[in-house]
């Protein structure tokens, strides 16, 4: 069965987010990590900070939208926010997960 994933980069060089998505996560994530996306090319190097798999392509472009909204940004800011206070982030992320905060 092949999957269709949503995904969300944050960049290391000026902490903003790219939401995407893409039938082959790790292919993708090396073409952003590249240059070869237009929209990420000045932006590297990118970090994956979350992802979500859908079983058909309209159902991750449906995803994908809604992440770009007010409320689809709210929804991640609270699903990244609950990971790092469980503690599954490390320490050496709080500015990260500070930035992630502050670019939702």
Do not use: W
Not at 24 to 30: D, F, M, T
Not at 40 to 65: Q, S, V
């Amino acid at each position: 069965m092949n999957f269709f994933y949503t995904y969300v980069l944050q960049s290391l060089k000026d902490n903003k987010l790219y939401y995407g998505f893409t039938n082959n996560l790790k292919s993708r994530i090396e073409q952003h990590n590249k240059g070869k996306v237009e929209s990420t090319k000045y932006r590297r190097p990118l970090k994956l900070i979350y992802f979500e798999g859908c079983l058909n392509k309209e159902d991750a472009l449906r995803r994908e939208k809604y992440f770009k909204t007010h409320y689809g940004k709210l929804f991640l800011k609270k699903r990244l926010l609950n990971s790092y206070s469980t503690g599954q982030v490390s320490s050496k992320n709080k500015t990260f997960n500070k930035s992630v905060k502050d670019n939702i």
